[in-house]
């Protein structure tokens, strides 16, 4: 029974921490955007975040946050949620879900501890500008 499901590989969607300037903040702030560079419509697209970890010895862990989008297009990029500055101490969890077809799709992001910082940033596809990517 096991056997017969199959889990597909999720292919060309990613998720990446953009920082950009805030005129409510005064200050640039990290964002994390939702990344489809798949030829596909990606559909009723659910997102769940969290960040977990130890500051000073003490273990840390946020509430979760839900996100839901009806759909994604092709070659797209969704803007998810700003990163509280206090947590970028921590392990970002982004749980993605998502249809292409009937077919379900889920992968865990994790930006690791620290990982959420100038010195890590590349060029993010379809933004072309540096974020730090997680695949």
């Known amino acids: 029974m096991k056997s017969d499901i199959i889990i ?3 292919e060309n969607v990613f998720l990446a921490a953009v920082q950009e300037w805030s005129d409510d903040f005064m200050e640039k702030v990290w964002y994390a955007y939702l990344i489809n560079d798949s030829d596909y419509l990606i559909e009723s697209v659910m997102v769940v975040s ?3 970890g130890t500051i000073d010895g003490e273990m840390k862990k946020t509430s979760l946050l839900r996100h ?3 759909e994604v297009p092709p070659v ?3 803007k998810i949620e700003m990163i509280e500055k206090s947590v970028l101490a921590l392990n970002n969890e982004f749980m993605l879900t998502y249809f292409i077809g009937d077919k379900l799709h889920d992968k865990k992001f994790i930006f690791k501890a620290h990982s959420i910082h100038e010195d890590f940033v590349e060029e993010v596809p379809i933004l072309f500008v ?3 990517i997680v695949r």
Request: charged letters at 20%; glycine letters at 6%.
């Open 68 to 70: 839901a989008f009806v």
């Open 8 to 10: 597909p590989e999720v």
């Open 50 to 52: 969290k960040a977990f």
């Open 76 to 78: 797209s990029v969704i």
């Open 130 to 132: 540096d974020g730090v």
